[in-house]
């Protein structure tokens, strides 16, 4: 069964330094997205991206965060300098279609805890 | 009350009764999904109903959705101990981002 795909599944960085997760979407998925839940609170949307450019971002989607999909598989969350506040769990999803009317496949996640 | 707002916050059941969680939500949606998550784990996708639809069915799994209550409601019949996880309803809206609004969830322990 396809699956979206994470890595690395537990990043520690130290504050102001730039992280990169990575992330592989179901491969005829047109839609992805990051997701992240700091822990024991709410699954929170940050961006959507399709077509190569950002769709949707929430207010937590500030400068310090930009997406990419650099080839024809991967997709990925660059945070610029990180804060002990980004420490969370960050999940991608991909969909077929966008306004969500299909399933959202989400991956295992990243657990970043910034130090 | 929040967008998507799970209720009860916690449940515990024994192996073989009925799960019941309730979700609500305040702004007319175009459909609402619901997943499951396995302790520090990802989030499984386990039904969408939309918006004009009242009441889906997959497996040991029974949705329903009011929309003129702005609810929905996870049956789970059976339970097993492997159904222990945290369950969350999660609303797309009709008008405005394109997105999964997710509530707080419900962490549900079946015991054996």
């Known amino acids: 069964e396809p699956e979206v795909t994470q890595t690395p599944s537990h990043q520690v960085t130290q504050m102001g330094q730039e992280v990169i997760l990575r992330c592989v979407p179901i491969?005829?998925?047109?839609?992805f997205y990051w997701y992240r839940q700091i822990l024991g609170q709410k699954v929170e949307f940050l961006v959507s991206?399709?077509?190569?450019?950002?769709?949707?971002k929430s207010e937590i989607f500030d400068d310090q965060f930009s997406v990419e999909r650099p080839d024809g598989s991967n997709f990925t969350l660059k945070i610029r300098s990180t804060k002990l506040e980004d420490s969370a769990m960050y999940f991608c999803?991909?969909?077929?279609?966008?306004?969500?009317?299909?399933?959202?496949?989400f991956g295992q996640g990243t657990r970043l805890t910034v130090v | 009350s929040q967008q998507g707002e799970e209720d009860p916050q916690a449940l515990s059941i024994q192996e073989g009764e009925n799960a019941t969680m309730n979700c609500s939500y305040k702004?007319?949606?175009?459909?609402l999904q619901w997943y499951r998550q396995n302790s520090g784990r990802g989030l499984v996708h386990l039904i969408l109903?939309?918006?004009?639809?009242r009441e889906k069915h997959s497996g040991r799994l029974r949705v329903t959705l009011d929309t003129s209550k702005k609810s929905s409601s996870l049956l789970i019949t059976a339970s097993r101990a492997a159904d222990t996880a945290s369950y969350f309803c999660?609303?797309?809206?009709?008008?405005?981002?394109?997105?999964?609004?997710f509530g707080q969830g419900t962490r549900l322990t079946i015991n054996p």
């Open positions: 999803a991909s969909s077929e279609t966008s306004r969500m009317n299909t399933e959202a496949f």
């Open positions: 491969s005829n998925h047109l839609y």
């Open positions: 991206f399709y077509n190569n450019e950002i769709s949707e």
């Open positions: 702004t007319s949606i175009n459909n």
């Open positions: 109903i939309r918006s004009n639809e």
């Open positions: 999660a609303t797309v809206l009709i008008q405005g981002a394109q997105k999964l609004v």
